[in-house]
Structure formats: C-alpha cells, structure tokens
T-cell receptor
Framework: SAVISQKPSRDICQRGTSLTIQCQVD?????MFWYRQQPGQSLTLIAT?????????ESGFVIDKFPISRPNLTFSTLTVSNMSPEDSSIYLC????????????FGSGTRLTVV | AQKITQTQPGMFVQEKEAVTLDCTYD???????LFWYKQPSSGEMIFLIY??????QNATEGRYSLNFQKARKSANLVISASQLGDSAMYFC?????????????FGQGTRLTINP
C-alpha cells in the first residue's frame, strides 16, 4: 500500500493566521481525502481532492476556510485559514488502498493548536 | 442520520481475555465496505481489517476477526488474547460509493483499555 508523508507533524499558531499542511504520496492516486479530528472526537471528512479539478467539500466545510490544492497525482495541500482556537485539531490526509482489503492509508497527522 | 454507530465509549478488559467491540451501520447501497482502525495515543491510524458486503466469510487477520451479521447490519471486531499494546481508540468505518468518490465515514470510536 501507499506511504504518505505528511508535514508538519505539529504546530502552534496564532489566531488569525493560516497554516498549510502538505501530503506527499509515494505513488500516483486519483483521490486524496482530508479529515479533521477534533479533541476526543472521531474523524470527520473535510473534502475529497481530485487532481485537476476543484475539491469537493462536505457539509459544514467551505473552500474559503479550507482551501485545497491538488497539483498532481502524488501531492496535495490543505490550508486552514484565519484560524481560531476552535480549529485546534488533528488534520489527516488519506488515500484509498490498491485493493479493498488493504484499507485506506493515512498520513501521520498534523496536530494543530491555535492560541 | 448516523451511518456508523459504536455504542461503547469505553471498554476495560483484562489482559489475555477476548474482547468484542460493537459496530452497527446504516446504508441502502448493496455494495459497501467495512473497516476497523486502531488509533494509539500517537495519533496514527492503523488499518486492522476489512469486510466487503458481498464477502461470504467473516474476515480474519491474525488476532483480529470481524463478526459480520449482514441482516442485522453489524460488524463487530473481535480481538482474541488481548495484549497491553491493544490499548487504544478503535474506529469502525464504512465506505460507500458517493458520486464516484469512495469516502470513508467513521463511527464515534471505542476507547479500549487492557489491564494487566
């Protein structure tokens, strides 16, 4: 299965600023998924990123707040814009496995704290 | 409506005992997949086991097995001979086609604690 390198692993940011999270996959993938995990909560899908098209956002998430880029089949970024303390979460990217029983692979996550 | 339900917020089990983590799901699509993930305190998501909706047999992977009861829409994870290292959050997830995107939807999770 694919290996994902996600950066940064953690950051502490000032409110009102933006942070860009990067995910690099070691193979070409059609779709990449971005999740948010708020403290003590489950994973919630933010958006699905297809190469060459705009990302598809889930209900409750908007492009102005979470712009996503997908310039090629191995790379994607998620930006958390105009941050507030409520944005403090773990952000994870994910790709589907080559076969169903391989599962989805996740990046190691970005632990974001907004102060 | 919640698509994946895990009704056990926390479970406490003695080491070497077997443990069953519950998961029920809701979908009208005949083609779907069910996954279990383990998330230790480090935060990484570790894939454990997969069950396809058309699979005739319950999935097994080492000490992990999935008790798949399709009519009841349940997909419980069974961990045999639990170990201290099994202490973690466990998430059940379902994949169903949604306008071409194979998205995963997660349950609320169960925090499993293995006591020595």
């Amino acid at each position: 299965s694919a290996v994902i390198s996600q950066k940064p692993s953690r950051d502490i940011c000032q409110r009102g600023t933006s942070l860009t999270i990067q995910c690099q996959v070691d193979s070409q993938v059609t779709m990449m998924f971005w999740y948010r995990q708020q403290p003590g909560q489950s994973l919630t899908l933010i958006a699905t990123a297809n190469q060459g098209s705009e990302a598809t956002y889930e209900s409750g998430f908007v492009i102005d707040k979470f712009p996503i880029s997908r310039p090629n089949l191995t790379f994607s970024t998620l930006t958390v814009s105009n941050m507030s303390p409520e944005d403090s979460s773990i952000y994870l990217c994910s790709v589907e496995g080559d076969r169903a029983n391989y599962g989805y692979t996740f990046g190691s996550g970005t632990r974001l704290t907004v102060v | 409506a919640q698509k994946i339900t895990q009704t056990q917020p926390g479970m406490f089990v003695q080491e070497k005992e077997a443990v069953t983590l519950d998961c029920t799901y809701d979908t009208s699509d005949p083609s779907y997949g069910l996954f279990w993930y383990k998330q230790p305190s480090s935060g990484e998501m570790i894939f454990l086991i997969y069950q396809g909706s058309y699979d005739q047999q319950n999935a097994t992977e080492g000490r992990y097995s999935l008790n798949f009861q399709k009519a009841r829409k349940s997909a419980n994870l069974v961990i045999s001979a639990s170990q201290l290292g099994d202490s973690a959050m466990y998430f059940c997830a379902m994949r169903e086609p949604d306008q071409g995107a194979q998205k995963l939807v997660f349950g609320q999770g169960t925090r499993l604690t293995i006591n020595p």
